[in-house]
């Protein structure tokens, strides 16, 4: 089983739909989780991170499942430029590790018109 | 402007050559990594330095080599022992603990 795990995809939506990605992670002992986004052929960037109690920022909200082992990001009115790959990330090691962070293959993501 | 900066953005090697890839960070961080990624897949973590004149391996650490003689400065160098040196290498730095934050990254070419 890979450390973390996501469906790669791709996803196909067209503009202003909802779409949802899940990222599973194996250590339960994971503290830090995040989720990047990564254009073609750039550096990745962060998204948000992902809170116990879920977070929102504009249209993205990420929710964090301990019992379950996974990460989610959920997408509203999806825009053409939301085109990318997204990254699930986690402190796999757990505890207080320095920044040490597992990257997922990512999920990629296609709005269309 | 506060970031990370790597250079060059390209960079074209013969085969049994070094190379040393730059990144230098203004942010204040203490922690520095190098990751590489191949064609449709993850990164996957090189070297990390948390402290002047410390660095760890990181998963794919043979081949490579760093210094982290400044704290602004984490230096790669592909050696010729780098069986698939091939690949886009980025920069990362962070607080302790916190988020990681990425430069523009070097797309190496060797042939």
């Known amino acids: 089983r890979k450390e973390v795990e996501q469906d790669p995809g791709p996803f196909n939506v067209p503009e202003g739909a909802t779409v949802a990605f899940n990222c599973t992670y194996s250590n339960s002992a994971s503290q830090s989780f995040f989720w990047y986004r990564q254009d073609c052929r750039k550096e990745p960037k962060l998204l948000m991170s992902?809170?116990?109690s879920g977070n929102e920022d504009g249209r993205f909200t990420a929710q964090l499942n301990r019992a379950s082992q996974y990460i989610s990001l959920l997408i509203r009115d999806s825009k053409l430029s939301d085109s990318a790959t997204y990254l699930c990330v986690v402190n796999i090691r757990g505890g207080t590790s320095y920044g040490e962070l597992t990257f997922g293959q990512g999920t990629i993501l296609t709005v269309h018109p | 402007d506060g970031g990370i900066t790597q250079s060059p953005k390209y960079l074209f090697r013969k085969e049994g050559q070094n190379v040393t890839l730059s990144c230098e960070q203004n942010l204040n961080h203490d922690a520095m990594y190098w990751y590489r990624q191949d064609p449709g897949q993850g990164l996957r973590l090189i070297y990390y330095s948390q402290i002047v004149n410390d660095f760890q391996k990181g998963d794919i650490a043979e081949g490579y080599s760093v210094s982290r003689e400044k704290k602004e400065s984490f230096p790669l160098t592909v050696t010729s022992a780098q069986k698939n040196p091939t690949a886009f290498y980025l920069c990362?730095?962070?607080?302790?603990?916190?988020?990681?934050?990425f430069g523009p990254g070097t797309r190496l070419t060797v042939t």
């Open positions: 990362a730095s962070s607080m302790r603990g916190y988020e990681q934050y």
């Open positions: 992902v809170y116990s």
